[in-house]
């Protein structure tokens, strides 16, 4: 079962979620006086709601849960939903996959680069990056965990031996890595601290140092042309959102806590690490960024030779 889910295709394996999406909404995404928001695991809707800007809204804002942002993308290009966040890894993925979608506000690194890390179950007798050469990583394929990895492939910090990697969803990863199926899990929050807290899984390399760590803010292409002023408006009221955190981080937790059913010391950490400010792209995250897309090419699952430039959109000022 693992290795066949191994060599699905990123498209294959969420294509039927975007469609189903697509299917069930169209309407409704079209219609301008409404905002769809693509949020992972709940974190920015209860960042929104727990500092209370999301009140006086001239359009009315929906929110779509999804456990990861390859999902989330894909939703994006189908026109399923209009915006929503992910990490620079998936993104950059998506966006060399043909995805119509663009990075419209940039999140800096949260938690100092550790939010994304490669764990291992407690008794595991893997204690460094070198000890995974030639071991069975699970993750998301082309997620910012399959970044990690791949980073750290390329930096030589993995070993003389390739790892071989198992691509599954979050909670597939989860299970295959307590059973034994997998030796670790290239992940991100809050399912780092949520594996630590629950079964005593330990982090043996995290993104620190590695790559960018960067997330952004993006909407789909017919969004930005059809909804400019909407998606300007919620990302001035996530940028309020975040100055709000940094202030009110217990508020936060408790909020964050309440709303994704995450315990409270690991929503305290999360939402510590999780709290930056939104700023706009330059040319320098643009280099940032072309490392990532260099690592992508690297390992032969990006190709083409599109501008990275053209992935962004500077039209939008937090």
């Known amino acids: 079962m693992l290795s066949k889910l191994a060599f699905v295709s990123w498209r294959s ?19 301008a006086d409404e905002l769809i928001v693509a949020d992972q695991r709940g974190l920015q809707k209860a960042l929104l709601q727990a500092a209370g800007a999301d009140q006086g809204l001239n359009y009315t ?15 994006l290009g189908a026109g399923a939903v209009d915006a929503g966040i992910a990490g620079d890894g998936p993104f950059i993925f998506a966006w060399g996959a043909g995805i119509p979608v663009k990075a419209a506000v940039l ?9 994304t890390a490669v764990i291992v179950p407690p008794k595991s007798n893997i204690h460094t990056a070198e000890d995974l050469a030639g071991k069975r990583i699970a993750t998301g394929r082309g997620s910012i965990g399959h970044l990690l990895a791949l980073s750290l492939q390329r930096k030589g910090r993995l070993g ?10 979050p909670a597939q990863s989860k299970s295959a890595l307590d059973s034994g199926a997998v030796d670790a899990w290239s992940t991100w929050e809050p399912y780092v601290t949520l594996a630590n807290a629950q ?44 100055a709000w955190g940094r202030e009110h981080p217990e508020e936060f937790a408790a909020l964050l806590s ?13 939402a510590s690490e999780q709290i930056t400010t939104p700023s706009a792209i330059n040319d320098n995250i643009l280099k940032q ?17 599109r501008a990275l430039n053209e992935a962004f959109d500077r039209s939008f000022t937090p």
């Open 107 to 115: 999140l800096p690194p949260r938690g100092g680069g550790h939010m």
């Open 160 to 169: 003389s031996t390739p790892p071989k990697f198992v691509f599954l969803s």
């Open 13 to 31: 394996l969420f294509g039927s979620l975007a469609l189903l999406l697509a299917a069930t909404m169209p309407l409704k995404v079209a219609n």
């Open 199 to 242: 079964t005593g899984a330990r982090t043996i390399a995290d993104g620190y140092g590695v790559m960018p760590n960067n997330s952004f803010l993006v909407a789909a292409d017919s969004a930005i042309e059809n909804k400019h002023a909407q998606l300007a408006d919620f990302f001035h009221r996530m940028t309020k959102a975040y």
């Open 289 to 305: 960024e072309q490392e990532v897309l260099a690592t992508y090419r690297a390992a032969g699952i990006i190709h083409g030779d």
């Open 258 to 270: 309440r709303q994704t059913g995450l315990p409270l010391d690991v929503a305290r950490k999360v």
């Open 61 to 75: 804002l929906r929110w779509a849960e999804f456990d990861a942002a390859a999902p989330l993308l894909q939703a």
